[in-house]
């Protein structure tokens, strides 16, 4: 059976792991939370991209000059 001792120390370790699974968890709900504001911001670029890939597909299909 385990002394007093080892069972503090074990809940103290215990202890300590939580604390750094805590942060670990802050941090990537921060990077998280950072990649989707970018997405977001993003948003508007995608649809001009799209825009003009579509615009392009449908130049290069009718076999006339795109760059007019």
């Known amino acids: 059976m385990a002394t007093l001792q080892q069972i503090k120390r074990r809940i103290s370790s215990v202890k300590g792991t939580q604390k750094i699974t805590k ?5 990537a709900a921060a990077k998280l939370r950072r990649a989707q504001e970018n997405i977001f911001q993003a948003r508007p670029y ?4 799209d ?3 579509s615009s392009w597909k449908n130049c290069v299909a009718k076999d006339s000059h795109c760059l007019k």
């Not at 942060?23 to 941090?27: L, S």
């Not at 995608?46 to 991209?49: A, F, H, K, M």
């Open 46 to 49: 995608n649809y001009v991209s």
């Open 23 to 27: 942060a670990m968890k802050m941090v």
């Open 51 to 53: 825009f003009a890939r």
